[in-house]
């Protein structure tokens, strides 16, 4: 049996999971990260982008992250995002839409914050779309 950890994952408004997991990967200000059991103490920075976990049944769950920051220590992983959403729960219609206002809030953005915040959106809707395509992928095999 592998070895497992605890992962918790919320976001401002509630606690989206909190098992034991045999690994966890997540998008990185350095790129993509994978965590295992017995990982070393780390705070890092988590970007908008896809989450992949495995249990210890080999079950994956895929998710899309806003973007947030993590905490590894003693086997424990707690991240925290603006936003985490399940593959399976993802509208992709919606996302493609969200993603062309966002692009077109970007050409309009008339300051520096519109603009921030149009590409955070930009950024959020593209990993909600890599996600749901991730997960057609995984599905297919």
Known sequence: MAKTFDLILSSPEDIIFDQKVVS??????NG???????HAPLVTIVEAGIMTIKD????????????GFAKILNN???IFSQTAEFADSIDEKRAIEA???AKESIIESKDKISLA?????????LARIK???RKKKR???
């Open 24 to 29: 966890v990967s997540f998008e990185t200000a």
């Open 32 to 38: 993509e990260i994978t965590i295992l059991s017995d």
């Open 56 to 67: 210890e049944n080999g079950k994956e769950e895929i998710l899309a992250l806003g973007g």
């Open 76 to 78: 424990k992983v707690k």
């Open 99 to 101: 993603k062309e206002r």
């Open 117 to 125: 915040d149009a590409t955070s959106l930009l950024e959020r809707n």
């Open 131 to 133: 996600t749901i395509e």
């Open 139 to 141: 599905s297919h095999r």
